[in-house]
């Protein structure tokens, strides 16, 4: 009895632990770590981000963004965006640092956000919270994006595409 109890308990921990050592590797989740940087003259933009996928369904409809409700611009954990420098966000002042950041959908102006809470699951928002909001113009494109993606031009010109939107704004 005490041989089927310890073997019991053994199997327990063993299972226990190889699903935590699991869970560590996030390239193995349905929607994989990402990350873009780039050095735009002195100040170097980083984004942090987990790329959903398409995958056949409807952006506003069965994914995020979905119209008046915040999202966290990517998956899983919050995305981050980070700069080294102060910049400029469409002519508005953000320190360097970290930041969580979040997008408004309201018809086709996305209002993009920066929160002072970066190091959160992505759900987790707090409007209190924001440091910085600016309203940029999305467009429909003729490709698809399949996997969400950021891209960062040598002018500044930060990009999100997902599914068939682009969505643009610029730091300096």
Known sequence: MK???????????MLTTLNSCAQGDKSKRPSP???VSKKV???TITINYSQ???KGRAIGVDLEPKQDKVWRAGANEATVFEVDKDVTV???TLAKGKYGFFILVSGDTWNIIFNKTWDTWGTSYKEADDV???PVKSEKTNNVTEQLTYEIDANGTVTLLWGNTKTSFKVQ
């Open 3 to 13: 041989y089927l109890f310890s073997t019991v308990i053994i199997g327990m921990v």
């Open 33 to 35: 770590p990402a990350t």
């Open 41 to 43: 003259g002195e100040t």
């Open 52 to 54: 959903p996928s398409v």
């Open 90 to 92: 469409e002519g508005k």
């Open 132 to 134: 910085l909001r600016v």
